[in-house]
């Protein structure tokens, strides 16, 4: 009934990079940011599918080839 909406973490461009971890085990991915100094992953979103990573990317304004992944 009460839905809440959701907070947009701030993307921090210069102590950020946009990070995509994904586990080895069952293929389990989540989209997130990791701080260069701290090296602290903050997970943003679970990506099941296709349109959920266009939609991450699109929301911060990220291309492709700016995520970094990590197993």
Known sequence: MFKRKP??????KENQIPVIRSSIC??????????LHTGKFTEITVIRNLKELDEF??????SLDEVKKEW
């Open 57 to 62: 990317l699109m929301e911060y304004d990220i």
């Open 26 to 35: 069952n293929g389990e991915q989540v989209a997130g940011f990791k701080d």
């Open 7 to 12: 907070k947009r973490n701030i993307y921090d």
